[in-house]
């Protein structure tokens, strides 16, 4: 049996396709009636990565994707190249009940903000839905896990099938897994959650709140309302909370010779790792910042094997 050899006219006839979705992104004026011939699924498997990216990275960064994005899964590129994408197409939700997954995403890329890995997050971020989805006996459908599904399932498949590397690759599996995470925020978290959660997300944190708010596609005002509302919240207490830190030294000055009496330390590597241990429980929201040397020193006494003053036997 004879298999067909990919020449380079196939690839030059699924990347005319391709060029043609993108261009639908950039300019409304184009329609179906342009569309060059549709390619065979020959001519698309015989598109390096190298093309896909290229034309898949102008498409996302369109103002109008979502007639670009069904381009791509009218010439049966999401097929061959994003079967994760494909399986959301037709694939319902408790949210769009006769819609689908697929227009949901759509809308969400449509919404962000146009940074390319912004834009990819959006794409990917419900790639774990069809694997998590399950009906409870009240018929409530669920997605438990979906974001860390998704996560795995793109840094293990998508990722490489993309040739995703470096810096994009992280912010695009870190927006996977924590999208979910701004919309959990309640104005009854604590400003120490509030510090925990915005340290956690490290340099990522402009990009999950720009998509956790354009993953708000609900048709109900009030929710959709509510919705917006609280990532702003969420978003302003980050920044006066931000400001006050950025005006309290971490901890006093005096605190070191306090560690020395009390505990009957010499200057020492010890000394500095409490000091260091100290510093990253302020950092992570475990205690306060600018407090006055005793609440610190009580802090350590609270804990002596911890912060190593003494062994766990010495302890026990």
Not at 181 to 205: C, E, I
Request: with cysteine.
């Amino acid at each position: 049996m004879k298999t067909r050899v990919q020449t380079k006219a196939d690839s030059q006839r699924a990347c005319q396709w391709l060029a043609w979705a993108a261009s639908l992104a950039h300019d409304t004026s184009l329609h179906d009636s342009t569309a060059p011939p549709k390619p065979s699924k020959e001519d698309i498997r015989a598109v390096t990565c190298a093309q896909f990216r290229e034309h898949t990275d102008h498409l996302m960064l369109g103002k109008f994707p979502e007639p670009a994005l069904d381009a791509l899964h009218a010439g049966g590129f999401l097929e061959i190249w994003l079967p994760e994408v494909a399986s959301m197409v037709g694939f319902g939700d408790g949210e769009w009940r006769h819609k689908d997954v697929w227009k949901h995403t759509k809308q969400v890329v449509k919404q962000s903000v146009r940074r390319l890995e912004l834009r990819w997050g959006a794409l990917l971020h419900d790639i774990g839905k069809p694997k998590t989805r399950r009906i409870e006996d009240n018929g409530q459908v669920t997605f438990y896990g979906h974001a860390e599904v998704g996560a795995a399932m793109f840094r293990k498949r998508t990722a490489q099938r993309l040739g995703m590397q470096g810096a994009l690759y992280e912010r695009v599996h870190f927006l996977i897994l924590h999208h979910l995470r701004p919309s959990q925020y309640r104005a009854s978290w604590t400003d120490s959650a509030v510090r925990r959660f915005y340290k956690q997300m490290g340099p990522g944190l402009r990009d999950l709140l720009d998509l956790s708010r354009a993953d708000i596609t609900t048709k109900r005002p009030e929710r959709r309302k509510w919705g917006v509302a609280q990532i702003s919240a969420l978003q302003e207490r980050i920044r006066v909370l931000k400001e006050q830190d950025a005006k309290v030294t971490p901890l006093p000055k005096g605190l070191g010779h306090l560690l020395m009496n009390r505990f009957g330390l010499p200057p020492s590597r010890l000394l500095g790792d409490i000091r260091k241990q100290l510093e990253e429980d302020v950092a992570t929201g475990r205690i306060l910042a600018g407090g006055q040397e005793e609440y610190y020193a009580d802090w350590v006494a609270a804990d002596p094997v911890r912060f190593g003053l003494v062994g766990e036997e010495a302890a026990e």
